[in-house]
Structure formats: C-alpha cells, structure tokens
C-alpha cells in the first residue's frame, strides 16, 4: 500500500482506522452485536455486584470476573466446579529464576491463599502463596513474583516492590498452543502422504477438503496481491499462517480439552504473527518501496520532512492493525457467547435457557465464520503488504 | 490491563511453536502438497493441450483421407472412362474391320459373280450362237430345201435390204 500522491500520503495518518473501517465492512454490523452484548455484560456485572452488597455468605457469581478470567492465560486448566478447588489439570510451571525451576501449578493454586492489605487502598488483597517445590513464589492474577520476606505487597491493586521473574511455564495458551499445532501437522502430513504415495492425481479424502483450501490461499491469497513472479516464494508463509489462525481460532470455539483456550485472542500470539508480518515485509521490501517512504515520487521536497515520518509510521500500523483486528475479533467472539451463557446463572433459573442457548448457539455459528474470516483477513492483508513491498515500479 | 500487555513466556512458545511448524510444513508439506498440484495443473494443461492438438490432427487427416477418397474416386472414374473408350474403341475397330472384311467379301463376291456372270454369259452366247447356228442351219437347211424357198428366201432377204 504504498501511496502515491501526498493527499494520500496524508491519509496514512488515519491508516489504522481506515484499514479497520474498510476491511471490516462485512463484519461491521457483528461488531455491533459484540459492543452492544459488552455493554450489556458490564450492567449486568455491576448492577449486580451493587445488588449483592456482600450480605450473603455464599461468594455471587460475578459474570465479569468469570468471563475475564476465561479470555485471559492460566497455569491450569480448569475443566468444572468452582473457579477454586474445582477440578482442574494443573500445568507445569517454568520460572528462570538463577537457573531453571520447574514444579507443577498445583503449588501455587493449592498453596496458602495469603491475604495482604494494599499500601495505597487499604483494601485486602488475596493472592496465592507456594508451597512445596514453589516456595518462595507468589502469584497475582496469573503472575508469578518473587516473594519478599515471604509475602507480596501491592500499591493501587498492583504488586509493587516484588521481583517478577520470567515465567516460560506451559499455560493453558501455550498447551492449547500445542494442541493446534499438532492437530494441523497431522492434518497437513497426511495430506502430503497421500500425494507423496498416490502422485499427481485426483485427491481423495483429507487431502480433496484440503486442497482446495490451500489453492484458495495460493490463488486468491498470495497470487492476486504479489508479482506472479515472485509469489511463490511467500506461499508457505501465507499458508502456515492462515491454517495457524483458523484452526487456532476454532480450537477456541470448542468448549471442552483440547478447546476453549483463547490463544488467537492473546495479545501476545497476535502481536507474534503481526511482527512476523511486519519483518517478511521489511525484508523482501525492494528499492521500489523504500523510495516510497524515503522520497515519495511527486512530492515536494519540502514536504518531506513531514512526509517520512508519516510513511515510516505507515510501516508499522499496517501489522499493528492486524495485531489488534485479530485479538479484538476473537476476543469478542468469547465474551459475547460466555455473557449469553451466563443470562442462566445471572437469572439463576435454567428457563433462561430457553432463551441464552439459542442465542450462544447463533453466535458461535456466526463465530465459526469469523474464525474463517479473520484467518482469511490475516493472510489476505499480509499478502497485500508483502505485494506493496515487493512491487516493481512502474511509471 | 495485562488483557492487552504481551505476555513473554507465550511470546517466546508461540515464536517456537510456530517457527517449528512453518520449517516442517514448508519441507513436508507445502512442497509435496504444492508440486503435486502443480504438477497435476500441468498434466491437465498439457492433455487438454493434447488433446486439442489431436483434434487439430484428427481433422487435417479427415481432410487428408477425404482427398484421397476424392482422387481415388477421380482415379476410378478415370479409369471407368479410359475403360470404355478402350473398349468403345476396340469395338469400333472390330466393326471397321469388320465392315472391311465384309465389304472386301461381298467386293469379291460380287467381282465373282460378275465373271461367272460374264463367263456363264459368253458360254450362253456361245450357246446360244451355237443353238442359232444350229436352228439357222436347220432353217436355212428347211429353207433351201427346195428352189422355191430358196427362192422366197432370197427374195424376203432382198426385200429387207431394201427396206433398210
């Protein structure tokens, strides 16, 4: 998307927003069920926390906390019963902290459910204190820190004072990670075994749903947007990623092991996948394209100084747009279907059933065409940049 | 607000993870999946291409055999022609010789029968001449038999010269 003339150029500023705006065209209207089920999910959450007022022994159901802690990453992965002392698997827990110390999260959710008072708040703040093998370690909303005379102390609702170490532990993203991972090696080996074994031939089975994905990708995805010449070289990028994303994305939908992880909604992850983008890009740019950015053609020198800045921003809200398009989208899709589901339990009458399951149940039909649709939208937007970048002039 | 803050330890998995799985799908996947497909479009192209090509051919000798059924037939009825002029011609011939001979025949007869005619002819007159002789003899003999035929005789004779 290099841009030619400087009133164009000028729009770059607004590159993030138009890019959010025009792509999403289609998904616009969804968009709007999602804010509006937000907006109803935060009312519900806080009229009812207002309404509990703490007069029952029994701790209230609080859809937000319940739904926030879905979305984000855990060092178990909880299965049933109640948020504490349900059931769970336990995952192990991987700290760098002076050399490498592993023990299972069973430490830190089983150890001593410590209680200190905030500095600034004065409120008390309960956090997990290990025990066993993760002595020494407490954790924080899903953070591990070192602990100091054998507690944490928070400022504000943070920890504060408190060394965090590095925690490379196999959370329930970076297992649900792995499951993907495996599940699409087995899917694509097999559909390289076939054509390995049967040649070049009509395919059958696996490889028949398969192929016509991949050719979607290959002629749709990469050849429309990059030089014939040059495309080919890109393929097995975009195709590893698009297949990435919407298994990934799908995996997400599913309710039970190996699903319901929210790795595709994990900043992180798409933070990853747009950096990749945003270094293929940068990488296979030619001359062409840095003399768009440096000395955009037809522009005066005196714009200039304003120009590079602008292109050189351009650069990065392009990935960063898919950054945040992504995480949004899938992010969205499981609030919206955890707040519809939690109608029953905020009504605490299974008859709202009637009402929140068919609606779950749109939604996360609806969700299988957005898991498509993001995944295409990823690879379509990262073929258009790499397009851009590999692009020869022509005047 | 650690919603929207990157996480290293993902981070650094994801990174692995999807490192990995872009080597192994790019040597193990991808290459075969792709070169089959390709080389599957290819074959397609090149048989329809083939097969056009044949087409193309197929024509050109449809062409091809209907000309030579068109020169066969020409050669047939050529032949058919040179045929029955030949024979036309052969009888023609006969008949002209044939005529000939005929002519010739009937010439030879007709030459044959004339001097048969000629020789029967001069061998009648001979005859005949004979005969007149003969009978004159016999006449005159009757005649002069006596003086006065002789005499009536000579007289008649007379008279007719006079006459004439």
């Known amino acids: 998307m290099i841009l030619k003339n400087p009133l164009a150029t000028i729009e770059s500023l607004s590159t993030f927003a138009r890019i959010f705006a025009d792509r999403q065209m289609k998904i616009v209207s969804m968009s709007i069920i999602k804010l ?19 007069s029952s022994t029994e701790k209230e159901f609080n859809v937000g906390e319940m739904i926030m802690h879905h979305i984000k990453d855990a060092h178990e992965w909880h299965l049933w019963g109640p948020e504490h002392g349900g059931t769970s698997i336990y995952l192990p827990v991987i700290l760098m902290d002076e050399g490498m110390k592993v023990f299972s999260s069973k430490n830190l959710y089983h150890g001593e459910l410590a209680t200190a008072i905030d500095h600034k708040t004065h409120q008390s703040v309960t956090y997990y204190k290990g025990s066993g093998s993760a002595e020494g370690y407490g954790m924080f909303h899903e953070k591990i820190y070192k602990l100091n005379n054998g507690e944490l102390s928070f400022e504000d609702g943070h920890v504060h004072g408190n060394a965090k170490v590095f925690d490379f532990s196999i959370t329930k993203n970076v297992l649900s990670l792995f499951f993907g991972a495996a599940i699409i090696l087995a899917m694509m080996l097999t559909v390289a075994g076939y054509y390995k074994k049967n040649g070049a031939v009509a395919p059958k089975g696996l490889a028949k749903f398969m192929e016509p994905i991949i050719v979607m990708v290959r002629d749709d995805i990469a050849k429309a947007n990059i030089d014939k010449h040059k495309y080919h070289k890109y393929v097995p990028y975009l195709t590893t990623i698009f297949f990435f994303i919407w298994l990934n994305n799908m995996l997400g939908l599913v309710p039970i092991l190996p699903g319901g992880a929210n790795l595709t909604g994990n900043i992180t992850v798409t933070l990853f996948l747009a950096v990749c983008t945003l270094l293929v890009t940068v990488f296979s740019a030619n001359k062409n394209y840095w003399s768009h950015i440096f000395a955009t053609p037809g522009v005066p020198k005196l714009l200039l100084p304003i120009m590079i800045p602008i292109e050189i921003v351009g650069i990065f809200t392009k990935p960063f747009a898919l950054m945040i398009r992504l995480f949004a989208n899938i992010t969205a899709g499981h609030i919206i279907v955890l707040a519809l589901i939690s109608i029953i339990f905020i009504n605490k009458n299974a008859a709202w059933g009637m009402l929140s399951v068919p609606m779950a ?14 995944a295409y939208l990823f690879a379509m937007l990262s073929s258009l940049f790499i397009g851009a970048a590999v692009e020869e002039a022509h005047h | 607000m650690d919603l929207i803050l990157p996480d290293l330890g993902l981070l650094f998995w ?10 192994i799908l790019t040597k193990f996947a991808w290459k075969p999946i792709l070169g089959a497909v390709n080389a ?20 050109a000798l449809q062409s091809e055999n209907e000309n030579l059924l068109k020169e066969a037939r020409a050669q047939r009825d050529s032949m058919l022609k040179d045929a029955k002029n030949a024979a036309d011609k052969l009888i023609e011939e006969s008949k002209d010789k044939a005529k000939l001979e005929a002519d010739k025949i009937v010439t030879a007869a007709k030459e044959a029968i004339k001097n048969e005619k000629l ?11 004979g005969l007149s002789l003969e009978i004159a003899e016999k006449i005159i003999r009757g005649e002069l038999s006596s003086d006065e035929k002789q005499k009536a005789l000579a007289e008649k004779m007379a008279e007719d010269i006079n006459m004439n």
Do not use: N, P
């Open chain 1, 361 to 374: 149940l749109f939604i996360s039909v609806l969700e299988l065409l957005v898991a498509f649709l993001q």
């Open chain 1, 36 to 54: 509006l089920a937000f907006t109803l999910l935060v009312v519900f959450s806080t009229s009812l926390s207002f309404a509990s007022g703490g």
């Open chain 2, 119 to 129: 020789q029967a002819m001069s061998e009648l007159k001979t005859h005949v001449a």
């Open chain 2, 14 to 23: 994801t990174g692995i993870v999807f490192c990995t799985l872009l080597f």
């Open chain 2, 40 to 59: 599957r479009e290819q074959k397609i192209s090149e048989a329809l291409e083939l097969a056009e090509k044949t087409k193309a051919e197929m024509k």
